[in-house]
DNA sequence: CGTATTATTGACTCCATTCAAAGATAGTGG
DNA sequence: CCACTATCTTTGAATGGAGTCAATAATACG
């Protein structure tokens, strides 16, 4: 595991990550601390369920899971992480993990150490600010999920392909045009279907010109029909 | 609603409120900032969806849903808060509340104004340090109720009524024994589960020995056994 | 190229919902 | 204090959406 200086204000994710709320002294701060990590694959841990809190991480490329283990066994994928997002706050509050954070795909990150947290808490108000914004955003995103598990299939995975496409047009991908890192059977795990169902599902959808799906390539064809799935119906 | 000066020194929940990880001299710190405010009754809302956000709250005494609506029109109560319990988070980072929150029963509450959040953030690094372990805790809570919404009805409401338990003995109440502030609907509402299911595992539960109910008020009969409804089966 | 993993599709089953109707509780005003 | 009403709860019967089981097909990988 190297670890590196880094610089956040030439960051191709700057304005994305952290440091979008940030004066530029503010960052030129955050830089001397943050640390790049060496580039992850598919199936390697980001860290533990239970590991020591090291940091709050920021994703640099590629995208993870977020896993947490039931009393049964089971897996259950609490969340998924693209470019730009941070995770890592399933430990803030007991010093240890909560759930384990998975790669999906070839990955590179950066981390934020905890070591250093109390100390740029007090000399950067700022950077306090920008870590309870980004809190408060992960209640909304929470918040939308309880809602949307009381909903049918059809809204969950219509949900969560609009979803995608959003955070990843926010971070410059395309929105109409991506590949899927996650298996069927980890998107139903994580929208709690079956991967049947997700299956059938995206069948629909593409048969009513909705998406189109070769493999985990899927192609927004009709977003706005897409979009009223949420809306329409009772 | 008046606003009076309180002493957080002398609160009957000091150490189970926001105070719990300071320092005296911190807790007299916010003391000074913190306001009271006067009770509610069931019904009444503590702040709505898109308020101007006023500050973190904590409960005195009583109990408050957090209701969010979704596009269909339909509410969704996305948590119950038990007094000691601190809310107002879903505003942290829009400046602007994600939810409403609303009285269960007749209820009071302390808020520390936003607009000395920032100044206290500088001063008190403690305080930092506690709001941050609070929404880890939250995290955690969240992935629970994750997991629980893929488990069959019956955990579910075995899930709440342990969770509930705990939290009311944490702060001082009887485990065995307390009042229901909610109806079934509200249960099945915040559980994901129709009112009429919730009324029949109640019945069940009870036949079966784990639970008294008599209207709104459970007991408790055999906790070891309730917690095993969460753990056995595949 | 062969093997393991992942995805599709169909048939059947079941848990929880919905619909419906009756019963209990709490609150209100005469 | 009691009758009256609104709200909440219980219970039964029927329905349905998604899960499970099973077998085949397509991809990815070594």
């Not at 943050?34 to 580039?39: L, Q």
């Not at 809204?155 to 991506?178: D, K, M, P, T, V």
């Not at 279907?193 to 009513?208: I, P």
Request: charged share 25%; net charge positive.
């Amino acid at each position: 595991m190297t670890h590196s200086q880094v610089s956040c204000s030439h960051c191709s994710l700057d304005s994305l990550c952290l440091p979008r709320g940030l004066s530029q002294s503010e960052i030129n701060d955050i830089s001397k601390v943050v640390k790049a990590h060496k580039t992850l694959q598919r199936g390697d841990f980001i860290y533990h369920e239970g590991d020591r809190f090291r940091g709050i991480l920021a994703i640099k490329s590629g995208s993870a899971k977020l896993v947490a283990n039931d009393a049964h066994g089971n897996e259950h994928i609490i969340s998924i992480l693209l470019p730009g997002e941070l995770l890592g706050f399933d430990g803030l509050s007991t010093e240890h993990h909560g759930c384990a954070a998975i790669a999906l795909e070839t990955m590179m990150f950066c981390i934020l150490p905890a070591d250093s947290l109390e100390h740029l808490f007090q000399t950067l108000p700022g950077l306090t600010r920008e870590l309870f914004r980004h809190t408060g955003e992960k209640f909304l995103e929470d918040r939308n999920q309880r809602v949307l598990s009381k909903r049918p299939a059809e809204e969950r995975l219509a949900y969560f392909l609009i979803s995608l496409s959003e955070r990843l047009h926010r971070r410059g991908f395309s929105a109409s045009e991506f590949k899927l890192s996650l298996t069927r059977q980890e998107i139903g795990n994580h929208l709690g279907l079956a991967l049947e169902t997700v299956s059938r599902l995206l069948k629909k959808f593409q048969d009513d010109g909705l998406i189109g799906v070769r493999h985990r390539f899927i192609t927004l064809r009709n977003p706005s029909a897409l979009r009223n799935i949420l809306q329409a119906r009772e």
